[in-house]
């Protein structure tokens, strides 16, 4: 979770955005038994930015193949530049 989470942060930065612009963010997770390891390291992420929690939808139960625990897709503005 925290490699997709730093990944995401990445390119946002590329597009001119950053994490407290997510508006809304999707989760899938290949294993229920990981949601509160998800839940946590999710938590921790915005909260060491400073950022909100963004609201989020959970899609448990998809494969990926075994490498891959979680992934995630999120909608963010762009910084507005004055």
Not at 30 to 43: E, F, G, I, K, S
Request: glycine share 4%.
């Amino acid at each position: 979770m925290q490699e997709a989470l730093r990944r995401l942060e990445s390119v946002l930065q590329v597009a001119g955005s950053d994490v407290s612009l997510i508006q809304r963010a999707t989760v899938y997770v290949t294993d229920p038994a990981n949601l509160a390891t998800m839940n946590r390291l999710y938590r921790a992420f915005f909260e060491e930015r400073g950022a909100a929690l963004p609201a989020r939808s959970l899609v448990p139960g998809l494969n990926f193949g075994n490498a891959i625990a979680f992934e995630i897709d999120a909608i963010a503005m762009l910084a507005v530049c004055e």
